[in-house]
Structure formats: C-alpha cells, structure tokens
DNA sequence: CTTGCTGCAAACAGTTTGCAGAACT
DNA sequence: AGTTCTGCAAACTGTTTGCAGCAAG
C-alpha cells in the first residue's frame, strides 16, 4: 500500500512531467509513516529532525501536489492549520471531533452519503466532495 | 426579530457586566441587518462606511460577543475568512457551498441530525455542535 | 545546458494583543 | 472616579511568493 503510494506519485510526476527529487521522496515517505490528520507544521517538525535542510515552503508545496494526484486531502479542523489525511480509493469518511483532548474518530455512513446526494440533487447541485465534522467530547472528556 | 435579537444582546451585557456602547449598537445593527454568512472584512468595510471611526479589532471583538451572546455563529468555508450566520432559536442547518460562484445554499434534514447523533452515541461521543459541508457546482455553475 | 525545484527570507492575510486615551456607569 | 472599551499599531500565525542558486533530465 505504501508502495502503491508511491508508484501513483511517479506515474502523476510523469504525467504533469514534474521531476523526481530527493525532497518529495523524504516528504512522501515521512507522509506515508504518520497517522491520519497531520497538520502541514507537524509534518514539517518530523522532517526537519531527520532531514533539516528542507524548507517550509518545500514542505507546503509537495503536501499540495500530493492532494492533486490524490494521495492526500486537506482537511481543516478549526484549528487554523491545515492538516492533510490519508486517501483511501473510493473510501469516504467523516470525523468525530473531541475538542477537550483533539482526539479524532473516523466513521463512515452509507446513509447519510445517500442523503447528502438526494440533497444535492433535489437543488440541482453536483457534489463534488463534502465534509462533515461533529464537535463534542469523546467518552474519556465528557467524564 | 431584530428587536429580539437586540434584547437578547442586552440581556447577555447585563449578566455579564458589559457596557453598552456606541460602538456594539452600531455593530450589531449592521450586522443584523446583512445577510447569512458575511465575514468579518466584508462586515468591517460594511461598517466603516457609515462609521469611518470603527477599527478592525472592535469588529473582530464584538462578533466574538455576539456568538457568546448566542446571536451569532461562527462559520468556516476553507476560504481562510471567517463568517458570522444569524442564529435562529432551535433552528441547525447545513450548507451546499458552491465553488463556481461561491454562492451558499442552506439546507435542513432531520434524518441526518438523527443519524449523527447514532453515530455519536456508538462511539460514546457527546455532541456540541456539527458541520456539514457539501461542496461542489450548483445549478447554474455545473452547466 | 536548460528548466524545474529548493531554501531562504520577505510578503501576505486574517486575526489577536498591548496600551494609552476615551467613554460608560 | 473607577473600570471597561476603543482605536491604533504592532505582533502573531499559518501560508504563499520572489528569487538566486542548485540539481534533474
């Protein structure tokens, strides 16, 4: 899975005729070792203590095409950082928030994804993508 | 309405030992007289053109009160701004947002509300609030 | 050798904060 | 009078951009 990761990175760079270089290789590795919902700065902390001659700027720049072939999504929390997660092919889920200890459960509803498109469709609007985020506290907060 | 809304603020100045001033009427006048969603710039041009004397962080203060005040809420359109809705009593709705034209469609479904709050449940979780966001082309845009 | 990529620093946008003076109560 | 509130400017945070030098093709 990791390496399907990176071959579909390569077959992007080739397409669009981007380079291949030793920063997008460390940044995807690194990408690929975190858990779900790095933020752009964690990511960036984690590179720089193995690899400190690369740049913020490097760091945001790659996180970007990384969405573009599709690999990562951004998502943001209102925390005013933006994180990127792990795309999983036609996978789809949504987010419990716990905002006492930033915790983040995933979940996934067929039903509700059918909804949202009878929603969508009774306005006359094509989804192209949606997010969904509950706010609350998790069982461990809320005591 | 506006006359609630008004009182509703008075209310909240009083319990909390705030002042009433110049300022805060004229901002929440504007502010009650605008449409859903504006965001704190377009608000504080909006002021500044009758109020030249107005500044930016008194904008940006007071609409903090507002939603403390529960006459407000704040919203986040990944557009980096963010936007103040009115609130109605009892009311939750949810949005199509449209990345054509920007444009927002409100919308409501209790099915959903529901099967949130399950999903909640499950995972132990108490929900504070919750967003929901559908992206992608309304109507016009798509053609 | 050509062009894209990087690192740095500076620029930027939105928002927050410190502070002296103004304005409520 | 006492204290909160305001306006300004400066600080701050997360992110983007310009550019000279570096490196991949």
Redesign the pocket.
């Known amino acids: 899975m990791i390496l399907e990761k990176k071959k579909a990175f390569n077959d992007f ?1 080739a397409r ?9 290789d460390i ?1 995807l590795d690194i990408f690929l070792s975190t858990h779900q919902h790095i ?3 964690e990511l960036y902390f984690k590179i720089k203590s193995s ?12 996180l ?1 095409l990384f969405a573009e072939a599709g690999l990562a999504r951004e998502i ?1 929390l209102h ?5 990127y997660e792990h795309v999983v092919a036609g996978e789809h889920h949504d987010h419990l928030v716990c905002t006492g200890c930033n915790s983040i459960i995933e979940f996934e509803d067929e039903t509700i994804e059918k909804l949202q498109n009878e929603i969508a469709s009774r306005h006359g609007f094509q989804i192209k993508n949606h997010k969904m985020e509950i706010y609350g506290l998790c069982a461990t907060c809320k005591q």
Chains 1, 2 share one sequence.
Do not use: F, W
């Not at 400190?52 to 720049?61: D, N, Q, W």
């Not at 925390?79 to 994180?83: A, S, Y």
């Open positions: 760079s669009k005729g981007l380079r291949s270089t030793r920063q997008r940044i933020s752009v700065e690899n400190p001659g690369i740049g913020h700027a490097t760091v945001y720049r790659t970007k943001h925390d005013g950082q933006t994180r």
